[in-house]
């Protein structure tokens, strides 16, 4: 039975009074990375040398030495134990897109009967879960279980606490016996690799020489739901899917703007406060918090890191925010799209590039077109997302970003870049000789002497854009909210590498060739945009003119996942991956076939659950209705009384239902029908014959939500989920 919006709120108040506590204000400077091992605190615990050690793998990117292992160890261990740990994992990043971890017990029994606290070098440095289990895409055969855990001493260890205890988690990369990466975090660092070689050697040629690393560093803004967890207990499709397969608009949604940046509700902001100090005290530097467009869609974003430690922060984050969501009796929502017809979420990946002499290499100054460094590292990027649109494309597909990706809330399938109005014009100039002006930014006025003159940017915000310079940086926007952004990242990383070596070869050329720098850089960089500007575009991403312009451009539309992933082991890519040692060919052929299997999965698990709701709940619900429809009927006949607006409702209710049992049909005998044997078969026939099915069931559905009583609907609605709060 549905419960009415008013007792729903009743009860989210009741609940938020029993298990949110209020908590002493938060001291952030005193708890922020209190719970990781970091650079104070190993700095405090470890000797000179060791430290020193330490500091120059994280720091320049020297190798790991192994006789520190043990001094490493026995500190690490020690601070945790204090910190009430008992027990110790290697925590890593599968090809499932989320994080896996294995318990071991810091414990071990001595002769004497008794028990001491151990943990060695080994253990810190390597681990061997059973790999059997995890997605390899065919690196090794399933009853090859041997998989190896290698620690990162680039990325802190941390401390999760629970009301019961804590563990020590200690970030590692994930491989196979015979030394292929099975996991997300491998390629990031190796991409890392790639992109501060070719970035140093070009700022050599730039005259820096006393740049010893460039670190690409990344902010990623993410953006989620929270409901009320009784609403996601009652709809089977958020348990197996993350979203609702059926279900239709409330009258009220988003149309008023009212939710985007309002005042956020007491039990949210509770969750909020004690999420962030949960953040805090694991040393990621959470910076914002607010409203979304949706209702009850909410964002949080951190301030700049290192990649690799980014992508691991992000995964805490995701992982932090459904753990505290549940003691206010919420659940956190990450899927791209949960509620159709209502904006859906995504993270915008901040990415830049620095060194570490402190220059941001994205950073126009006050005057771009002279910037020469600028414009080079700024070409690069322009170069490579030109020629690897496919590779950005693959890097934010799955099933669940496709609901996005094109509507009229996220940038389309088409990759493009968004440089501004200044920054595009000085392009422009370059591109047809040189520049000799910039469109000044000047003061922008307020209309009022209390409020004071602010710096104008030279260049609006283009919110449609999939990948836009946002003054210091790029913002590629079109990442899921629900994925690691580990192969973004790793994306991103090899293709400005790459994008560097050949442009950096061509100066190199021109500069042994008696060019000055000035003529040198001028020439590679205008030969550079005249063969990529045609993914400069500065207008509307969603207009239908666009798809039209893209076209006539030659830029790529893979609009599915499909389209997508079947563009990844391109000669094209193999060659640049292998070209820079990021992927091998066997690596990425694993991650094509682990991603296309998850496709058809993931798919063919909302139909199951679709046809099951469908049947199960609501064919009964509405049959139930019209049952009491019927009797209306024949019960005012009897009496003589005018049934005709009863008569006329069920006979919408009796053909919704045929609709309904039809379009069931349909996706019953395309659930039985895989489509063959392989996962690309199996994923062309989800792609082509169960999302329609699947559609059409929806839409039976939703017309019966609308005509069926309200008392006998069995699933929460929208208005229930999206407004009690």
């Given at each position: 039975?549905?419960?009415?919006a008013s007792d729903l709120n009743v009860l989210a108040a009741t609940k938020f009074t029993a298990n949110g506590s209020k908590s002493s204000p938060m001291d952030i400077e005193n708890i ?137 988690a200690i970030p590692t990369a994930f491989a196979s016996w015979s030394g292929e990466a099975l996991d997300a975090k491998t390629p990031v660092l190796r991409s890392m690799h790639a992109i ?530």
């Amino acid at each position: 039975m549905s419960r009415h919006a008013s007792d729903l709120n009743v009860l989210a108040a009741t609940k938020f009074t029993a298990n949110g506590s209020k908590s002493s204000p938060m001291d952030i400077e005193n708890i922020f990375g209190e719970n990781a091992f970091g650079l104070d605190e190993m700095k405090n615990r470890l000797s000179t040398e060791t430290y020193a050690s330490l500091l120059a793998t994280i720091d320049k990117g020297e190798p790991i030495k192994s006789d520190i292992a043990e001094e490493v160890a026995t500190a690490m261990k020690e601070w945790a134990i204090e910190r009430g740990a008992t027990h110790f994992t290697h925590w890593f990043q599968p090809l499932t897109g989320n994080t896996a971890e294995k318990h071991d017990s810091f414990i071990t029994p001595n002769r004497g009967g008794g028990a001491v606290a151990k943990f060695s070098g080994k253990d810190l440095i390597q681990g061997e879960p059973d790999a059997s289990s995890f997605p390899s895409g065919g690196l090794r055969a399933t009853f090859e279980a041997r998989g190896y855990t290698v620690w990162d001493p680039t990325s802190p260890s941390f401390i999760i606490e629970n009301d019961n205890g804590a563990y020590l988690a200690i970030p590692t990369a994930f491989a196979s016996w015979s030394g292929e990466a099975l996991d997300a975090k491998t390629p990031v660092l190796r991409s890392m690799h790639a992109i501060d070689d070719q970035a140093r050697r070009a700022l050599k040629l730039f005259g820096h020489d006393d740049v010893h690393k460039v670190t690409s560093t990344v902010g990623v803004e993410q953006e989620y739901f929270l409901i009320d967890e009784e609403f996601y207990y009652r709809r089977p499709d958020l348990m197996t899917s993350g979203r609702t397969l059926v279900g239709t608009k409330p009258p009220r949604g988003q149309e008023l703007d009212d939710h985007y940046f309002g005042s956020i509700p007491d039990r949210v902001l509770s969750c909020m406060l004690e999420t962030e100090k949960e953040l805090y005290r694991l040393g990621i530097p959470v910076k914002t918090r607010h409203n979304e467009v949706a209702p009850s869609q909410y964002e949080i974003a951190p301030i700049f890191e290192n990649t690799n430690v980014a992508c691991d922060h992000q995964q805490l984050l995701m992982i932090t925010l459904q753990r505290i969501a549940r003691k206010y009796g919420m659940v956190c929502l990450l899927h791209e799209k949960p509620f159709a017809g209502v904006n859906g979420s995504g993270k915008h990946n901040n990415w830049s590039i620095g060194t570490d002499t402190g220059i941001n290499l994205l950073d126009p100054g006050d005057n771009p077109h002279d910037n020469l460094q600028f414009l080079y590292f700024c070409t690069a990027v322009i170069s490579a997302v030109y020629k690897h649109q496919d590779l950005l494309r693959v890097s934010i597909a799955s099933a669940a970003n496709d609901h996005r990706l094109g509507a009229n809330e996220a940038p389309p399938a088409i990759i493009s870049i968004f440089l501004g109005e200044q920054l595009e014009d000085v392009f422009d100039q370059i591109a047809s000789g040189s520049a000799t002006a910039s469109k000044q930014g000047g003061l922008m006025g307020l209309g009022t002497p209390v409020l004071p003159a602010l710096p104008r940017h030279a260049g609006d915000r283009n919110r449609t854009s999939p990948f836009a310079f946002t003054g210091n940086k790029f913002e590629f926007r079109a990442v899921g909210s629900s994925q690691s952004v580990s192969f973004a990242n790793t994306v991103l990383n090899t293709i400005v590498a790459e994008a560097l070596d050949g442009m950096s070869t061509k100066l190199e050329a021109a500069l042994t060739g008696g060019s000055s720098l000035e003529e040198a850089v001028a020439t590679v960089v205008r030969e550079t945009i005249n063969d990529s500007k045609a993914i400069i575009f500065g207008g509307d991403n969603y207009s239908d003119a666009w798809h039209q312009e893209a076209e006539r451009r030659g830029l790529l539309n893979l609009k599915t996942t499909v389209d997508a992933l079947e563009t990844l082991i391109s000669d094209k890519n193999i060659q640049l991956f292998e070209s820079y040692n990021v992927l091998s060919e066997a690596e990425l052929r694993s991650r094509e076939e682990v991603w296309v299997e998850q496709y058809f999965m993931r798919i063919n698990i909302e139909a199951e659950t679709t046809e099951s709701i469908a049947r199960t709940m609501v064919m009964p619900a509405a049959t139930r209705y019209l049952k009491d429809l019927v009797s209306t009927i024949e019960e005012g006949k009897d009496v003589g009384v005018s049934v005709k607006g009863v008569k006329e409702a069920a006979d919408h209710v009796a053909a919704y239902i045929d609709e309904l049992q039809d379009a069931l049909t349909k996706l019953i005998d395309n659930n039985k029908d895989l489509g063959g044997d392989s996962v690309h078969e199996k994923a062309h026939h989800m792609l082509k014959n169960v999302i329609p099915a699947m559609n059409d069931v929806r839409h039976a559905c939703d017309r019966l939500e609308r005509a069926t009583a309200a008392d006998l609907w069995p699933l929460p609605t929208y208005r229930d989920m999206l407004f009690v709060k």
